[in-house]
């Protein structure tokens, strides 16, 4: 993949970034509709001279009966920090043992971030989305306010007298963080790299970076990040 890449169309690099997804039970989160909420589903096998591929059925079952041939999915992965979209349909409902499989062609073009160690957000203040961050220094939880994002770290907003108290490279829990085109709250922890003033008085920006990066985080960071990266795209344009 190139860096600066968003959209691919050739049948040729379609199937290449769909067999390097193809490695064994690869998870997905799958979307009904445009804004539904995600669904985890798995990429099971590839046919790649038929040009299909298999994906694990729904979880509960009653969601799982929704699903009739000629149902769009909206397939949201990730390809070594990568991530990748694209929209496909139900083919057919193939029954395997242990469940059922959803046959579906290969997508006519399939979109992804460009590499994450170059992409970061700035998010607009009226969109900035609020979590609690906590270190083993303090009693109670304090809110912040994400200003940047990126699929490695994020920039939170702090009160200067709770900064103060956090050495560079403290471990930070941080709980209750709500991101666009996620469905539920995610958690996870940091550790506090750097920091500058903020804008806003009596405020410093925390530079954070994520680790122990659970599967669940990476996927909804990647899903905020697509979000964002439309609506980057959508204010160049107006």
Do not use: W
């Amino acid at each position: 993949m190139d860096d600066n890449d968003y959209t691919v169309d050739t049948p040729e690099r379609i199937g290449q970034i769909l067999r390097d997804l193809d490695h064994g039970l690869t998870l997905v989160s799958i979307r009904l509709e445009e804004s539904g909420p995600l669904h985890t589903s798995a990429l099971i096998r590839l046919d790649a001279d038929a040009r299909r591929l298999y994906l694990d059925q729904l979880q509960p079952p009653s969601l799982h009966q929704r699903i009739r041939p000629g149902q769009p999915l909206r397939v949201f992965a990730t390809l070594r920090g990568v991530a990748v979209r694209f929209t496909t349909e139900v083919r057919q409902i193939v029954s395997e043992s242990p469940g059922d499989l959803y046959e579906c062609p290969y997508p006519a073009e399939l979109q992804y971030l460009q590499r994450r160690e170059t992409f970061r957000v700035h998010i607009p203040l009226s969109n900035r989305p609020t979590l609690q961050i906590q270190g083993e220094m303090h009693e109670e939880p304090i809110e912040g306010s994400v200003v940047d994002l990126s699929a490695e770290g994020m920039c939170v907003e702090l009160p200067n007298e709770v900064l103060q108290d956090i050495p560079y490279g403290s471990r930070l829990e941080f709980t209750n963080l709500m991101l666009p085109d996620v469905q539920e709250r995610v958690s996870g922890a940091a550790r506090l790299a750097n920091s500058r003033p903020s804008t806003r008085k009596g405020h410093s920006y925390a530079g954070c970076a994520i680790i122990e990066m659970s599967a669940r985080l990476e996927r909804a960071i990647n899903v905020a990040l697509l979000f964002y990266q439309r609506e980057e795209r959508r204010r160049a344009m107006n």
